[in-house]
C-alpha cells in the first residue's frame, strides 16, 4: 500500500522539481550571459595579442609606471576606505546594540543604512558635489555664516581626500548591516560570567568578545576592500580622469585609448578581478569561521 501511494505521488513531486528548475533558470541565465561568460572573456583575451595568439605580454604590461601607480593608488584608497569604514561602521552598529537606543531609532538606521549602501556612482557623486563642491550647500554655510573657507585650507573634493570621503558614505552602512548579527550573536552570559569572575567591561571585550569578533571584522575588512576597489561609476562621476586609479584607467581602455591595445584592458579587468576574488574569498572564508564561533 505505501509502494503504492508513492509511485502516484511520485509524478507530482517531478512536476514540482521540474517547476522550481523553471523558476531558477532566468536567474542562471542572466549569470551566464552577464557574469560568466563575460569573465571568461576577460580571462582568454588577457592572455591573447592582437593577433589571438597566446601571450603573456598584456599581463607584464601592468608592471608599467603609470598602470602600476593607478593599481597602488586605488590599494591606497581601499585599504584607508576599508578601515575606517569598519572602524566607524563597528562604533555605530555597537551603539545599536548596547547603546538601548529607542527601537524606532535602531530601525531607522538600519534602514537608512541599508539604503546608503546601495547609493553610489552618479547620484552619489552629484549629491557630494552639491554638498561639498566649490559651491555646495555645506561650503557655503561655513564660508558665509562660520567665516570658513574650505578649499582655502587646501581640501579638494576632486582628490584622494575626497574620493574617500565619498566612498566612505557607502563604506560604513555596509560594515553596519554586516557586523549587525555578529555583535546581535554575542551571548549575554558570556558577559555576565567574564563579571562574575571579576572581569571590567574592558578585560571582557578584549579578551572574550574581540577574539569572537575577530573573524567577522576581518572578513568585512575583506569584503570593504573589494567593495571600494571595485567602485568605479562614483569615482569616474566624481573626479573624471584627474585622479589616475585602476578603475579609471580600465575605463579609458574599454573606452579606446591611442595605443588601441583592449587587450591591456583585458588584462587590467583581469587583474582587478583577481584582487576583488581573493578579498571575496578571505570573506567567505572568515565568515564561515564566525559563524561556527557563535553556534
Known sequence: MTTRTSSLFLPILRSRQVGNWLAVAPFFLFALLFLILPTLNIVVGAFRDIDGHLTFGNLVKL?????????????????????????????????????????????????????????????????????????????????????????????DLISFTGLTITYLYFQIPLMVLIILPALEGLRKEWSEAAASLGASGAQYWRMVAL??????????????????????????????????????????????????????????????IALTGVANGIYIFLRMRAERWVK
Do not use: E
Open 63 to 155: 608592471f608599467t609606471p603609470s598602470i602600476r601607480d593607478a593599481f597602488w593608488l586605488s590599494i591606497q584608497l581601499s585599504v584607508l576606505t576599508a578601515v575606517l569604514g569598519c572602524l566607524f561602521g563597528f562604533m555605530i552598529a555597537a551603539a545599536l546594540v548596547f547603546g538601548k537606543l529607542p527601537g524606532g531609532l535602531r530601525n531607522a538606521m538600519v534602514t537608512f543604512c541599508g539604503v546608503a549602501a546601495n547609493f553610489s556612482g552618479v547620484p552619489l557623486s552629484f549629491a557630494f558635489i552639491a554638498t561639498l563642491g566649490r559651491l555646495g550647500f555645506a561650503t557655503l554655510i561655513l564660508r558665509n555664516g562660520f567665516g570658513i573657507n574650505l578649499y582655502a585650507t587646501g581640501f
Open 211 to 272: 577574539p569572537v569578533l575577530w573573524p567577522s571584522l576581518l572578513g568585512t575588512l575583506a569584503l570593504l576592500f573589494a567593495n571600494s576597489f571595485g567602485a568605479v561609476a562614483t569615482a569616474i562621476a566624481l573626479t573624471g580622469s584627474s585622479l589616475s586609479i585602476a578603475p579609471i584607467v580600465l575605463f579609458a581602455q574599454i573606452r579606446g585609448d591611442v595605443l588601441n591595445d583592449p587587450h591591456l584592458g583585458y588584462a587590467i579587468a583581469f587583474a582587478m
